[in-house]
């Protein structure tokens, strides 16, 4: 076990960290840290929290998703035989829209959630981005892998961290990061190719979920409270309600986007 697993295996929590572990990459030459200091989680009452759950739904004529123009970048082409692909940016079935991240954005006052100490995985293969979004906790290791044979950078937008802009040159390469600060939503690009995207969610508590196919989604563990949730899609920005939710509760909300 390392000394992040330690700190986190004991409850406490990373208020500012960001850190880089090269993985065969040079780049600064290994790790990178910031002073770490902790703060006590806050005790949950497991025999209280409840689940919220439910839809994201696209009301109306969904617009086309985008395509990615890999034209000119023919070790990208040869990965996509059969032509450039869907960006993966409008993706609604049946009226579910999937990859929106629905999270409490208010409402759970000054509890401290400890970060998990499992890695969150950003990989670049086929010249895309996967997954397209996702989300950790403050503190949770991050890892962004480049499983290509061609050279991709991870930029990430973060307003409120500080942004980070690392080159994976080879397969196999990865580099980790802890990002320090919350925030809904953090861009990602790949530099060298202008199509890659990824959308990155760090909360200070573990209450977010990116929807899936039929554009469901989970937050456990809730425990009860007046709470604000939000839903972000990056074409189709965000919506959020108030959720009162009693204790042992499961309670099913949905949000809505429409055509236009
Ligand atoms: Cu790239």
């Known amino acids: 076990m390392n000394k992040y697993a330690s700190f986190s295996f004991l409850g406490l929590f990373f208020s500012v960290l960001l850190s ?3 993985g065969g990459e040079g780049g600064g030459g ?6 770490i200091p902790a703060r006590q989680a806050t005790p949950l009452d497991l025999s209280t929290v409840g689940t919220i ?6 009301e109306g004529a ?3 998703q985008s395509v990615a123009q890999l034209s000119g970048w023919s070790e990208c082409s040869a990965q996509h035989p059969q032509g450039n692909p869907p960006a993966g940016d409008v ?5 579910k829209l999937q990859n929106a991240m629905v999270f409490i954005k208010d409402g759970l006052g000054n509890r401290v959630f400890a970060a998990p100490t499992e890695t969150v995985e950003l990989d670049q293969k086929a010249c895309v981005f996967t997954p397209r979004v996702l989300g950790v906790q403050v503190g ?6 480049n499983s290509d ?4 950078n991870v930029h990430g937008f973060a307003q ?4 980070w802009n690392m080159s994976l040159s080879v397969k196999g390469t990865s580099r980790s990061v802890k990002v320090d600060k919350s925030e809904s939503m953090i861009e990602i690009k790949c530099d060298i190719h202008a199509w890659m995207r990824a959308y990155l969610g760090v909360f200070d508590h573990p209450y977010f979920a990116v929807s899936g196919v039929d554009g469901s989604f989970t937050l456990k563990n809730v425990p009860p409270g007046e709470y604000t949730v939000e839903v972000w899609h990056e074409r189709f920005g965000t919506r959020s309600q108030k959720v009162t939710f009693g204790a042992k509760e499961t309670k099913a909300i949905e949000f809505a986007f429409t055509a236009g």
């Open 20 to 22: 880089a572990c090269g």
């Open 91 to 95: 993706l609604v079935k049946e009226g």
């Open 30 to 35: 290994g790790k990178q840290e910031a002073a």
């Open 62 to 64: 969904a617009p086309e």
């Open 140 to 145: 949770q290791p991050l890892k962004f892998l």
């Open 160 to 163: 409120k961290a500080k942004p």
């Open 53 to 58: 759950t439910g839809a994201v739904r696209f």
């Open 149 to 152: 044979p061609m050279a991709h």
